[in-house]
Structure formats: C-alpha cells, structure tokens
C-alpha cells in the first residue's frame, strides 16, 4: 500500500471533517480565541505584538505564515483573496493542522517501519493509519491548537536520530521547542536514546565477534570449495542479523544484555568514555539546543510565556499515574488479552518475592503520590467543557476512598506498559523513556490528556505488537470515541448562565 496510499487515507477523513468543523463552528472556540488572532497579527507584520494570554512559543504561527505563503497564489488568481492578510481566516489557520495530521501520518509509518523492517507493508500502512486516529490527536487536527504541529515535529525529529542524522534531528528539536517549549524534554530523551543505541549496538558487535571467535576456535567448520566458513558461525550471524533487523536494540538481542539495567547502564558509561570526542560530535548540535533553552527560560524568568500565573510548576506525581490508565485503556485490546496476562504471571512467578517487594513499594509509592501531589487546578474545576473535569467529579472524587483503590489499577497498568516495552527495548531505554515521561506530567498541574499524545505514541511504537486483529480493533475502538466526542462537540452545544456565547464539549 505505502506512503501514498496512507496518506490517501488520512486525507478521506481529515477533508471532509475539516469543512464540516468550519461551517458549524466557523469562529474561535476555546484556545483558538488566543492562537487565532495572534496568527492574524503575524499574517499583518505584526511581529512585536504578542498576546500576554498565550503560553508557549510563536512555532506555529510561523508554520501557518509559510501554509498561507503556499495557499495565497492560488487564491489570488482565483480572486478569493486581495491580500496576504486576508487569507487568515479561522478556517485556512485550523487547515495547516489538517495537512500536518497528514505528514504526521507519514513519519509514523517510516518509524514503525524503521524499527520493525520485517513488517510487511499491509502492517505498517494499518499501524500508522490506526495511530492516526488516535483520539486526542485526531481531535486536535480540525481546531488551531498546537498540538499536531508539536507531535509531529518531535517524531520527525525522532525518525531523523534513528537514521544517525543527529545534526537534522536536533535543529528539528529546536523549531519542536519553539512551537511547545516541553518539547525540551524529548529533545533529551531522543539524544539519550541515540547515546544507548550506539553504545548497547557496539557491545552487541563485540559479543557477536566473540562468539563467532569461539566457534571458529573450537573448529565448527565446513569447505565450500575454496572457502572456508564456520558453520556456526554463519547460523549466528544470519540469526542475529533476523533479530537485528526485527528487534533493534532488543533485551533479547544478545546475552550479554540480559543481565540486568546495572550491565546496561555500565556498557553505556564505557562507550561513552571510550567514544566521547566522537560522540561529543554527534550530539553536540542537542547540547546547543539544551543551551539555548536555558538561557530562554533564565531570559523569560519561567518555562511559560504568559499566564504564568496559572501555569505554574505544580510537583503533580498523580499524573504519571493517569496516563498510565489512559494508555492502557487506548490500548486495551493488546493489554487485556489471555496471552499479557499469562506472561505477567509467569514473570512475576519467577522471582515472586522481588516482584513482591516491587509491587510492594509501587504501591506505596502510589498512595503517597494521590495524597499528597494530587493536584485540583481551577481549570478542571471550574470548567464543565473539558472531559476530566467529569471524571474528576464522577469518578475520582466521587468518594474519599476511590483515589486511593484506584492505586493498584495504576500499578497495574504500568507492569503492562514495562511488561509490553520489555519485550521490544532494553532496560535502560524503558527507564529513559519513564523518566522523560514523568519529566514532561509531573510538573503539570492541569489534567490535559491532549498532554499525554507524545509519550503514548512513543509507548505504541515501541511494542512489538504484530497481531493485525488487535490493531483492527484499536481502530475500532478509536472510530468509536472520534464519532462521540466530535458528535458532542458539533451536535450538543449548551451555554452557561455566567458568560454568553455558545460552549461545546472538548478533550
């Protein structure tokens, strides 16, 4: 199918949702009332105006200047458009989200078929084409948010590191932290991981020329007329080129990876002693990154741009928990499967009393994390349009003790997440990719799952989950939500006693 035929796809849906969001909803609705009219200055010149409202970075403005700059030769033969400025109307700003669900797309669909070569490519176009219907991102693609343009410029930069481009891959980073400044977080995360690839890779190449040492040593050899070959030494190779190929810096790849995070962690630690010029080199452009984004923040005197006020840091440890029960959930017809469940009991049977004591200690960590850092923000109390805003009411604080039973659910979806990403990635990477995680919630006090997009996306791509029935049935699943919560959203408007105007219902 490939590329054109995804991008084919995402097109039959994304066209014709897009006109119908802009002829029931044709005016700025929630955020847009900030993003809309801050593009419009840009489309006038107005680069030093700046709304005191808006909190992240101009990115997408200067993404949609160059959709208009594309869009305007066109309009104007056409005499649909006088000039530039004309052409920012809420429906040409809302459609550059339309053209970057589509890219989006795209990169999806190199990644998944970077990290899984062996896929063949039916897979791959559903794979892609289902995580593109993703609820949250898919919401998102009709409104003027930033929330696409930021997936899709963190995966790009993602999909640039995991072909060695780090050069690419970083000034990708820069413009990903220019249109959300978090985005920082996973501009370490993508440079950490090309760090553990090249390092536990280099340990792979040694372990496999040692084995392959020994098998000649111990003269496992066979004559092909004038060539003289290991024989198990070619089935080695030919076996770890399969993993290799299927499994790119798998736990399982080799043995010498097998022992645990602390040979992980000191195989990294030597590479990067015994390569840090070379190294420092290719991930240097990161560092530069980081750099300047320190000094924006020691500048800017907060992370935030405006409303800093209701933006401020929060220690929310209750966050990391709720994503892990809306992945799960995302998730659900690859997590609550007979198969998962067998393999985390029998994981966990192996060595009961450690994983007791783990559990044993998430557990507590758990409930001290819903006690005392669960944070009530004005937002999500205030305001009945958002979906948390009824799950925090009608689920979370329906009674004093659910918060608190619902901490084994939390433990238990993130042994899932661990269990899923153990079987396609090594030890170090699920801790990098945990920590980045918690690095990017933790300090959010407002519960936004358009916020959870990025590391569940990341999760998704990094299990190796080949079962065509279960991604069918995410799809399903996915369809299912996008036609309620868009239904909601164009069908059941209501207004509210305090402020005019209409409302709707939003992620």
Request: aromatic letters at 14%.
């Amino acid at each position: 199918m490939g590329k054109l035929a995804l991008a084919a796809i995402v097109s039959s849906w994304v066209v014709p949702i897009t006109i119908m969001v802009n002829r029931i909803v044709p005016e700025p609705y929630m955020d847009e009332i900030f993003h809309i009219p801050q593009a419009q200055q840009y489309c006038k010149g107005n680069f030093g105006s700046w709304d005191p409202m808006i909190t992240t970075p101009p990115g997408l403005y200067y993404l949609s200047l160059g959709h208009v700059a594309s869009l305007f030769p066109g309009f104007y033969c056409l005499q649909a458009a006088s000039s530039f400025s004309d052409m920012c109307s809420p429906a040409i700003l809302r459609s550059i989200n339309g053209v970057l669900a589509v890219i989006c797309s795209i990169i999806l669909y190199d990644i998944i078929t970077h990290l899984k070569p062996t896929l063949e490519d039916r897979k791959v176009t559903l794979q892609a084409a289902v995580l593109s219907l993703y609820p949250l991102h898919w919401f998102f693609s009709f409104l003027y948010y930033t929330d696409v343009a930021s997936v899709t410029a963190v995966l790009a930069m993602y999909l640039a590191s995991l072909k060695n481009k780090y050069w690419f891959s970083a000034l990708v980073g820069a413009f990903a932290v220019v249109i959300r400044q978090t985005n920082i977080i996973w501009v370490l995360f993508v440079a950490c991981t090309g760090i553990i690839d090249i390092s536990l890779m280099r340990q792979k190449d040694k372990s496999r020329t040692a084995e392959s040492d020994l098998s000649v040593k111990h003269g496992l050899a066979y004559t092909t007329g004038t060539n003289t070959v290991g024989l198990r030494k070619r089935k080695f190779v030919r076996s770890m080129d399969a993993v290799d190929h299927s499994l790119p810096s798998s736990p399982a790849s080799s043995p010498s990876f097998s022992s645990g995070l602390v040979d992980e962690i000191w195989a990294i630690l030597l590479t990067l002693w015994q390569k840090k010029w070379e190294l420092l080199i290719s991930f240097s452009p990161f560092v530069m990154v980081l750099v300047a984004f320190l000094l924006f923040v020691w500048w800017n005197g907060s992370v935030v741009l405006g409303a800093k006020e209701a933006h401020a840091v929060a220690p929310h440890f209750a966050q990391i928990l709720y994503f892990s029960v809306v992945s799960v959930l995302a998730l659900a017809p690859m997590h609550f499967t007979i198969t998962q469940a067998r393999e985390l009991f029998q994981g966990f049977r192996t060595s009961w009393l450690l994983h007791l004591l783990e559990v044993s200690l998430a557990l507590i960590v758990g409930v001290l994390s819903v006690h005392l850092f669960s944070v009530a923000h004005p937002y999500l109390l205030a305001d009945n349009r958002h979906y948390p805003f009824y799950l925090w009411r009608k689920v979370i604080m329906a009674h004093c003790s659910i918060k608190y039973l619902l901490v084994p659910v939390y433990v238990g979806s993130w042994l899932s997440i661990i269990h899923m990403l153990g079987k396609f990635r090594n030890k170090i990477w699920i801790l990098a990719y945990f920590l980045a995680t918690a690095a990017v919630l933790v300090p959010t006090p407002l519960i936004e799952f358009r916020y959870y997009t990025l590391p569940f996306y990341l999760l998704v791509l990094h299990c190796d989950n080949r079962d065509g029935k279960s991604w069918l049935l995410t799809g399903m699943l996915y369809i299912g939500v996008n036609i309620f919560t868009m239904m909601m959203f164009l069908f059941r408007p209501f207004h509210w006693d305090h402020e005019p105007g209409i409302q709707r219902f939003i992620w």
